[in-house]
Nanobody, 121 residues
Framework: QVQLVESGGELVQVGGSLRLSCAAS???????LGWWRRAPGKEREFVAA????????NYADHVKGRFTISRDNAKNTVFLQMDMLKPEDTAVYYC???????????????WGQGTQVSVSS
């Protein structure tokens, strides 16, 4: 069982920065982690992902060059540094981890409760 708890969301002005954190209980150091977001009235969309070692990072086109994902496996935490924020970045941001276990052939998928980011113009 894994629990994910996001934090760091708040109201910020256009062009500002925020750093989101996702703290995990349970062992996640060997799994990829991702950030997603859901804006009001829209579907949840992918933001960024990082592999287990941090050597591979992927970003959605709309955040490339502005957001940076990182992780600290010793602290079981993944971060999302968000710079040059825009009003369209306003959303609830969620942390996600999922993997397929070859041991028992089960798929595991966990989400946090989300943290609200609001960007005012």
């Amino acid at each position: 069982q894994v629990q994910l708890v996001e934090s760091g969301g708040e109201l910020v002005q256009v062009g500002g920065s925020l750093r989101l954190s996702c703290a995990a209980s349970g062992r996640i150091s060997e799994h990829a982690l991702g950030w997603w977001r859901r804006a009001p009235g829209k579907e949840r969309e992918f933001v960024a992902a990082i592999n287990w070692s941090g050597s591979i990072r992927n970003y959605a086109d709309h955040v490339k060059g502005r957001f940076t994902i990182s992780r600290d496996n010793a602290k079981n935490t993944v971060f999302l540094q968000m710079d040059m924020l825009k009003p369209e970045d306003t959303a609830v941001y969620y942390c996600n981890v999922n993997w397929f276990s070859r041991t028992n052939s089960r798929k595991y998928n966990y989400w946090g409760q989300g943290t609200q980011v609001s960007v005012s113009s």
